[in-house]
Nanobody
Framework: QVQLVESGGGLVQPGGSLRLSCTAS????????MGWYRQRQAPGKQRELV?????????NYADSVKGRFAISRDNAKGTVYLQMNTLKPEDTAVYYC???????????????WGQGSLVTVSS
């Protein structure tokens, strides 16, 4: 089973930077991809993809964060990072770590979510 622990959220001024981290632990799984999603706190807002990275290093970003955010991972540590630069007020959201893994105990693919980290961009 996979457990995810996130860290790094907080309050930052517009134009500032933050780095989120997420570490996967447990046994009996092989991670295929790790990523970050966010959910803005407004009526009707759905959870949206921010960035994702595969084990081989392939990445995909939402258009709204391209050129400002960078996703990376340390496969040995089972950790994924999201470096967020030039933050804007509209980046304010709860950010969720996500893994897509193959579990050897049940022989199936499984999606697991972290607990969420609040990022607030405000002056």
């Amino acid at each position: 089973q996979v457990q995810l622990v996130e860290s790094g959220g907080g309050l930052v001024q517009p134009g500032g930077s933050l780095r989120l981290s997420c570490t996967a632990s447990g046994s009996g799984f092989s991670i295929v991809s790790m990523g970050w999603y966010r959910q803005r706190q407004a009526p009707g807002k759905q959870r949206e993809l921010v960035a994702v990275i595969t084990t081989s290093g392939s990445t995909n970003y939402a258009d709204s964060v391209k050129g400002r955010f960078a996703i990376s991972r340390d496969n040995a540590k089972g950790t994924v990072y999201l470096q967020m630069n030039t933050l804007k007020p509209e980046d304010t959201a709860v950010y969720y770590c996500n893994t897509y893994s193959f579990t050897t105990t049940s022989m199936r693919y499984l999606t697991v979510w972290g607990q969420g980290s609040l990022v607030t961009v405000s002056s």
